[in-house]
C-alpha cells in the first residue's frame, strides 16, 4: 500500500508528460525505506510480537531471521533508501522519506507501550507517502500543494477505523502483550468506537476534497461520497453492536475502500 499510494501522489502531481523513469526511481527508494521500516519495527518488537498468536510466527520471533541480521538489513536499507532518492529523484522526498522513517521507529513504534494515543500518532508517518509522490515530480514547491495534503488526509483519516477495528479484534492480544490501545480496560469499547465512528465522518470531506481542488471530476465525487457514506454507517454498527463481526466488516470494508477510492481517481482522469 505505500509504494501504490506513493504512485498516486506521483500521478496525480504529474503534467501531459509522464515520466516513468523518474516513477521507477522514486518507488524503488520508497520501497528501500518501507523494507527497512518493516525489518525495525519486528526488530524492535520482537519480544511482544513473540507473546501474541498473530505475530508469534513472524520471521524473527519465530527464529527464522536473527536479529542481528534484521538490524543490519534495516539499517543498510534506510542509508540506501535515503540516499537513492536525494540522488534519483530530489532532496526533499529524500528528507520527508527520512522523517517518515524515524517518527514510525522512534516515536511511534515506542509509544504504543506508553499511550493509547499511539495510533493517532502513527497515522501521520502512514500518510506521508502520497505525499512523496507528489514531490517526485514537483520539488521543494510541492510540500505545500493543498492538492498534495488533500491525499495525505484521505490516508490519514482511513488508516484509524482501520487499525481501530484490528485493536478491537485483538484486545486480548495486545494486552496480554503489553501494548496501550484505545480498545484496553473498562472504556475501551466506547473509546474504540466512538473514535473509529469520529474519523470515519472527517473522512467524508476529506475523500471529497480532491474534487474542491480541481484534481478529479464529478465521477470521482460520486463516487467517493458513496464510498464514504458506506464507511461511516459501519463504523456506526460498529460503534453500536462493538461486536467481532461488527468489528470484521470495517476491517475488511477499509481494505476495499482504499484501493476503490484510488482507482476512481484513475477512471476519471482517463475519461
Not at 182 to 204: D, F, H, M, R
Request: with cysteine; net charge positive.
Amino acid at each position: 500500500m505505500v509504494l501504490i499510494t506513493t504512485a498516486m501522489g506521483f500521478y496525480l502531481a504529474s503534467p501531459g508528460n509522464f515520466n516513468w523513469m523518474l516513477l521507477i526511481n522514486t518507488l524503488l527508494g520508497t520501497g528501500l525505506l518501507a523494507s527497512a521500516a518493516a525489518a525495525l519495527n519486528q526488530y524492535a518488537e520482537r519480544e511482544y510480537d513473540a507473546r501474541m498468536p498473530r505475530t508469534a510466527k513472524r520471521p524473527i520471533p519465530s527464529g527464522e531471521i536473527s536479529s542481528r541480521k534484521a538490524v543490519i538489513f534495516g539499517g543498510v536499507a534506510a542509508i540506501l533508501g535515503i540516499i537513492y532518492l536525494a540522488h534519483a529523484v530530489n532532496f526533499i522526498t529524500s528528507l520527508i522519506g527520512a522523517i517518515t522513517l524515524i517518527s514510525y521507529i522512534d516515536v511511534y513504534t515506542p509509544l504504543k507501550r506508553v499511550t493509547s494515543l499511539n495510533t493517532l500518532i502513527g497515522a501521520i508517518p502512514g500518510a506521508l507517502p502520497p505525499l512523496m509522490g507528489w514531490t517526485a515530480v514537483t520539488g521543494n514547491q510541492g510540500v505545500l500543494a493543498p492538492e498534495a495534503w488533500s491525499l495525505v488526509a484521505i490516508l490519514f483519516f482511513w488508516q484509524l477505523p482501520h487499525f481501530l477495528a484490528i485493536a478491537w479484534i485483538y484486545r486480548d492480544d495486545y494486552s496480554n502483550a503489553g501494548f496501550e490501545m484505545i480498545s484496553k480496560g473498562e472504556k475501551g469499547a466506547v473509546n474504540t468506537g466512538q473514535s473509529a465512528l469520529l474519523y470515519c465522518l472527517a473522512l467524508v470531506p476529506s475523500a471529497i476534497s480532491p474534487y474542491l481542488l480541481g484534481i478529479s471530476g464529478s465521477l470521482y465525487l460520486f463516487g467517493a461520497f458513496l464510498l464514504s457514506v458506506y464507511f461511516l454507517l459501519l463504523s456506526f454498527r460498529f460503534s453500536k453492536e462493538m461486536t467481532l463481526e461488527s468489528a470484521r466488516s470495517l476491517f475488511y470494508y477499509s481494505l476495499l475502500y482504499l484501493p476503490l477510492l484510488l482507482g476512481l481517481m484513475i477512471w476519471d482522469r482517463t475519461i
